[in-house]
């Protein structure tokens, strides 16, 4: 299959095809300045709408290929390219990531003092399969592995929506944080539990 046939295959386009809002259009114009050639900007621009994507409630939590074509254009490459460099960097979302974004380090120093029992705890309690990572079926919660993040001296340690680190951890602060986390997704989602079935995070985190 050929790479822009991966790319729909990947992920289908939504009905309201993706444009950039006007103030991420101009947000684009200034970052295009700091590069030599409109191509050079290609990482900022697919962050950028990145984030837009993930504000956004009404679209897939993911790079479409209608996000991929709308970068592609702002950038002057072909949409392959684009795909090609959002699936090569971990930080951009080509599968569909939960409302949380849990990366858990397992790299050496983390292992070393538990991170890779940090990572199936974690899993456990979301009940994602650890061999994989992946979402709750709620769709609330994405766990998966991280190379290291640089944190080694706070190990074992995880991040949060790629912003928060979260250090020293062992599995019983993995569970305040799970809970805590959980009530902040029920209180965004107005009191009630997210949308569809919370079983899954609601009784791992009671175990
Ligand atoms: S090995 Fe985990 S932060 Fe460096």
């Known amino acids: 299959m050929s790479t822009a046939g991966h790319l729909e295959a990947e992920a289908s386009t939504p009905a ?9 259009e101009q947000k684009i114009a200034e970052i295009r300045t700091r590069y030599p050639s409109h191509q050079s900007a ?4 697919l962050w950028v ?28 490459l072909k949409p392959a390219y684009v795909w090609g460099v959002a699936t090569f960097y971990t930080m951009y979302h080509t599968k569909p990531v939960g409302e949380r974004l849990i990366e858990v380090c397992t790299s050496v120093a983390c292992a070393l003092v538990g991170g890779e029992e940090l990572y199936e ?22 766990v998966r592995r991280a ?15 790629e912003g928060p680190f979260f250090e020293h ?7 305040e944080l ?21 079983g899954s995070v609601k009784e791992g985190l009671s175990r």
């Open 121 to 142: 705890h974690v899993c456990h309690r979301l009940e994602v399969d650890p061999a994989t990572g992946g979402t709750t079926a709620d769709g609330t919660f994405t």
């Open 147 to 161: 190379e290291c993040l640089g944190a080694c001296g706070y190990a074992p340690m995880l991040q949060l929506d």
């Open 16 to 24: 309201n095809p993706f444009a950039f809002t006007a103030e991420n």
């Open 169 to 175: 951890l062992t599995p019983e602060k993995a569970d």
């Open 49 to 76: 709408a990145q984030q837009q994507v993930l504000a956004d409630p009404s679209r897939p939590r993911q790079l479409t290929p209608d996000v991929i074509r709308a970068v592609a254009a702002a950038c002057g």
């Open 42 to 45: 290609v990482l900022p621009v």
């Open 178 to 198: 799970l809970a805590e986390w959980k009530r902040e997704l029920a209180a965004r989602a107005g009191g009630k539990p997210a949308t569809g079935s919370s």
